[in-house]
């Protein structure tokens, strides 16, 4: 009986034989189900990498056993994680940990580094004022989501190449905080700092950016070619911030890379340039007076027309009467434009 049909087996026969299975086995390859799960956890006989101990008002994180991969500990009161309790778990690749009550100085030294195949830490909506560390280099998505960090070690994530998603929205990071931090992270293609402090947009973002939302905060300029180091940005969200038209450089917006920009709910009084390749953009509750097609089609043709599916407008000084009576030319792919 081969690794690979064990859980098959075990779905169709249970109870009594599955310890006749166990029996039949070398332990090696059979996982910790059973006997050497924690007595506060689950770990399902024909998942036997996986242990779920989420949702049951832990206090504390239990032991791990080796050969556990996945360890989902979301919605307890842990607020603490002690040293020693991953020093078997050396098989662990996604840890689970939103919705607990860590504070970073109850953390034990070296408790991640040692995970020497970490691949997905989340820690969402704890109490941790600054991220923790240090990481191992197999790690490819943080989720640090609704604490309270302020705080950012500027060496923290270096030389993290498989890093590519990092989500820090709804923390009280400052701009000088972040200084250097996402520097080199050549996978990075996610990155959400919205909900925060920010004065400015991030600098020194990775030329791998797919994604950015900065969208909640208190952003009022943007930098001169910003987006050209990002050629791979593709959804950009900077609504809910204090962006009024002279913060912007002249056609800052104008690259071919982006498919989607949010630059709702800021202080607008036009429609700032942006490329043809734009397929989504959202510009509701504004200042905008007036809607200028030259924004989106320098010339119009056969062949020279906007890409733009969605434009909101609603929520600013533009009614049906501003629509300019030939955007159907180079609008000629919105499908929807909502301007009250
Ligand atoms: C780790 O495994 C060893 C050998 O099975 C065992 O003696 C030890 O108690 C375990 N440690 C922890 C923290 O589980
Ligand atoms: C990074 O990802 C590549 C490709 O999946 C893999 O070969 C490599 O071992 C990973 N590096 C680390 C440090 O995990
Ligand atoms: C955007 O820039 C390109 C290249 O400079 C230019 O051809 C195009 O007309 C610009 N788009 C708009 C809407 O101005
Ligand atoms: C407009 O279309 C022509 C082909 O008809 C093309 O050569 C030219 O580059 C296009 N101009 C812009 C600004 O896209
Ligand atoms: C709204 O736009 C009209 C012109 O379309 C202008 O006369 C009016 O002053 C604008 N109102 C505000 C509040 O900007």
């Known amino acids: 009986m081969s690794l690979l049909r064990l859980p098959l087996f075990a779905a169709l026969l249970s109870g009594i034989l599955c310890q006749y299975y166990y029996y039949d086995e070398p332990a090696s390859l059979l996982g910790p189900s059973g006997p050497n799960c924690p007595e506060e956890c689950d770990c399902p006989v024909n998942f036997p990498s996986a242990m779920y101990c989420d949702n049951r008002k832990l206090?504390?994180?239990?032991?791990?056993?080796?050969?556990?991969?996945?360890?989902?500990?979301?919605?307890?009161?842990?607020?603490?994680?002690?040293?020693?309790?991953?020093?078997?778990?050396?098989?662990?690749?996604?840890?689970?940990l939103d919705e607990n009550q860590i504070v970073n100085s109850n953390i034990g030294k070296k408790t991640f580094s040692k995970l020497k195949k970490l691949e997905r830490l989340y820690m969402n909506n704890n109490k941790l004022t600054e991220p923790v560390g240090p990481l191992p280099n197999t790690l490819q998505e943080l989720k640090l989501a609704n604490n309270e960090i302020s705080k950012f070690p500027s060496s923290l994530l270096k030389g993290l190449q498989n890093l590519t998603v990092i989500q820090l929205q709804e923390n009280n990071l400052q701009d000088d905080a972040l200084a250097g931090v996402f520097q080199g992270l050549n996978s990075l293609t996610y990155l959400d700092l919205s909900t925060n402090k920010l004065k400015r947009m991030p600098q020194d973002l990775p030329s791998s950016l797919e994604m950015l939302y900065a969208d909640h905060n208190e952003i009022s300029k943007l930098p001169d070619n910003y987006l050209q180091k990002l050629p791979k940005l593709?959804?950009?969200?900077?609504?809910?911030?204090?962006?009024?038209?002279?913060?912007?450089?002249?056609?800052?917006?104008?690259?071919?890379?982006?498919?989607?920009?949010?630059?709702?709910?800021?202080?607008?009084?036009?429609?700032?340039?942006?490329?043809?390749?734009?397929?989504?953009?959202?510009?509701?509750?504004?200042?905008?007076?007036?809607f200028d097609l030259a924004s989106f089609c320098k010339i119009t043709g056969p062949l020279n027309f906007s890409k733009l599916k969605h434009l909101r407008l609603d929520g600013n000084n533009i009614t049906h009467n501003d629509l300019p009576v030939d955007m159907s030319n180079c609008l000629r792919q919105a499908s929807e434009v909502i301007y009250e």
């Open 59 to 96: 206090k504390y994180i239990p032991i791990v056993p080796s050969g556990i991969k996945y360890l989902y500990l979301q919605r307890n009161q842990i607020d603490s994680i002690k040293n020693g309790v991953f020093d078997n778990a050396t098989e662990l690749s996604w840890l689970i």
């Open 234 to 290: 593709q959804y950009l969200r900077i609504s809910h911030n204090q962006l009024v038209d002279s913060s912007i450089p002249a056609d800052f917006f104008n690259v071919t890379s982006l498919i989607e920009l949010d630059l709702s709910f800021n202080k607008l009084q036009s429609i700032p340039v942006v490329n043809e390749n734009l397929e989504n953009l959202y510009l509701q509750v504004n200042k905008l007076n007036k």
